[in-house]
């Protein structure tokens, strides 16, 4: 893939199974968020084909969108609604029932640790915080494939591994999960599949 003939991400093949999380491991500029972006459908390769569930990728196709989830940097966030609001409103786009979403909701919240903080609002969380919250957006709605850069940005150990744990749990599901990470302790505790991608000179 290129732009203004600088190269971006050189061919790349590989294939992801149901059940499956694949590490992307590379340095800075490697290729792994552009990887991301193209599985997302965000940009078109200039080259090559990237398909998903055997179709090519449309983010503008509603069932794309329900069966791909991305977390590519923080998701968009409101001033004025609480951290049990955010997540709350996600579930509804996605959940049929009042009951659902507020089960869906806690237990997201619970699930990365946020459940105590679920009254206050984005701007009153630390960093780390901030990350734990951006994935319970993420994580909260149903998907068939995650597609995740560098999950563990700001996280210590502690929730590194809050992470995996939830990754995990997806994929017994069935989800796949691809992620982009210099993280090799998450990578350790949930990639089946490695795929290191060259630096450019």
């Not at 709350?88 to 640790?113: I, K, M, N, Q, Y």
């Not at 149903?142 to 999950?151: A, I, R």
């Amino acid at each position: 893939m290129t732009t203004n003939d600088t190269l971006l991400l050189p061919p790349t093949t590989f294939q992801a199974r149901a059940g499956q999380v694949v590490a992307l491991r590379g340095e800075n500029g490697s290729g792994k968020t552009t990887l991301l972006r193209a599985s997302a459908g965000r940009i078109k390769p200039t080259t090559g084909t990237v398909l998903v569930g055997g179709q090519p990728v449309n983010e503008r196709d509603p069932e794309f969108r329900r069966r791909v989830a991305v977390m590519i940097g923080l998701p968009p966030m409101a001033s004025d609604l609480t951290l049990f609001d955010h997540v709350a409103l996600v579930s509804s786009t996605w959940e049929t029932s009042p009951g659902t979403v507020e089960a869906a909701t806690r237990r997201v919240l619970d699930e990365f640790g946020l459940t105590e903080l679920g009254a206050r609002f984005p701007h009153e969380l630390s960093s780390g915080q901030t990350q734990l919250f951006g994935l319970a957006l993420v994580f909260v709605r149903p998907f068939d494939v995650l597609l995740l850069d560098e999950p563990e940005q700001r996280l210590d150990p502690g929730r590194v591994e809050m992470l995996a744990q939830a990754m995990r749990e997806r994929r017994t599901t069935g989800a796949t999960i691809v992620a982009a990470t210099h993280s090799s302790i998450l990578a350790a505790r949930t990639a089946d599949l490695t795929i290191t991608l060259g630096t450019q000179p």
